[in-house]
């Protein structure tokens, strides 16, 4: 089948047939979702396409007005509607067959202006914004946010495609951007992760990574919104300048610093080992064999 603004043409044994858009109205965006064919018109009802005939799906009465910019299905299997700017709707069937949209994810609404279009990523639904690439997983939830502070080139996302070795392709309105999000490898830049300044040594600690800069002792851990990593300061008043390099052995990080020697525990406790006045600064840690 194909979909243009004012038809449906479905094409078998060499001939078309055809589903004309309402009266002075156009199609939206369609999906074929779990077998089915779901078509909205513009800025009315949300329509299913049964043997090629066109059938208003219950409930969908509260997208009037409304701009509908692609369907999926959630972990329940509940057909969930995006719209461009009103958020996001649950399709819920009670026990007595009432069928009625739910609006949810307030808070992803929240945090995303415009959504551009959806589309099916396997196992995870993408969303083309004006902000960049949101995947979220089945619940909802916000996997990766691709923008211009991770690496591409443009926040404005145009369509999206997973090719069979799962790497996403992003149309952007300057090019093309080609995005592995299984990489381990992941872009830290200065400033939006809040770096601050030259790194001179990483290591693991506790299941995070820390960071020794020449402003202090930085470890990476989620933001408050939950999009972006970022480094908070560790121990500022023990380490409050240039650190060096620093150590795991067991449970402590240890630390050269322009302050001495010392570690962190787990809990990101300093202890001070030797001060600067007895060993100047320390710029290099070996562990003895």
């Known amino acids: 089948f ?3 603004k004012h038809h449906i043409l479905f094409y078998q044994d060499r001939k078309f047939k055809v589903i004309e858009a309402p009266s002075g109205k156009r199609f939206g965006v ?11 018109v513009e800025r009315g009802l949300l329509q299913e396409v049964r043997n090629q005939e066109l059938h208003v799906v219950p409930g969908s009465e509260i997208f009037v007005g409304k701009s509908i910019s692609g369907m999926s299905y959630n972990s329940r ?15 819920r069937i009670s026990a007595n067959n009432e069928h009625r949209f739910h609006q949810i994810s307030a808070d992803l609404t929240n945090k995303i202006s415009v959504i551009y279009r959806t589309f099916e990523l396997g196992k995870n639904i993408g969303l083309a914004t004006y902000d960049g690439i949101y995947v979220l997983d089945r619940n909802l939830e916000i996997a990766h946010l ?8 443009v926040n404005n ?23 592995n999000l299984d990489d ?17 040594d ?30 908070v300061q560790i121990a500022k008043k023990s380490v409050p300048s240039q650190t060096w390099a620093l150590l795991t052995i067991q449970d402590k990080l240890f630390i050269a610093s322009n302050n001495g020697f010392g570690y962190i525990d787990k809990n990101d406790r300093y202890s001070n080992i030797l001060s600067s006045e ?5 710029y290099k840690i070996v562990e003895s064999t």
């Open 77 to 91: 299997n509940n057909l969930i509607v995006f719209t461009r700017s009103s958020g996001a709707y649950e399709l």
């Open 184 to 200: 381990r490898f992941q872009y830290l830049p200065l400033k939006e992760s809040r770096l601050g300044s030259t790194p001179f």
């Open 146 to 153: 691709v923008n211009e502070d991770s690496g591409l080139l």
């Open 30 to 40: 369609s999906r074929e979702l779990n077998g089915k064919l779901y078509v909205p």
């Open 157 to 179: 996302v145009g369509s999206l495609f997973v090719d069979r070795q799962g790497i996403l392709w992003a149309g952007l309105n300057n090019g093309i951007s080609k995005i």
């Open 2 to 4: 194909f979909r243009t």
């Open 202 to 231: 990483v290591e693991i600690f506790n299941d995070k990574l820390y960071v020794a800069t020449n402003i202090g002792l930085r470890k990476l851990a989620a933001s408050p919104d939950k999009l972006n990593d970022q480094f």
């Open 278 to 282: 007895i060993s100047n600064r320390v």
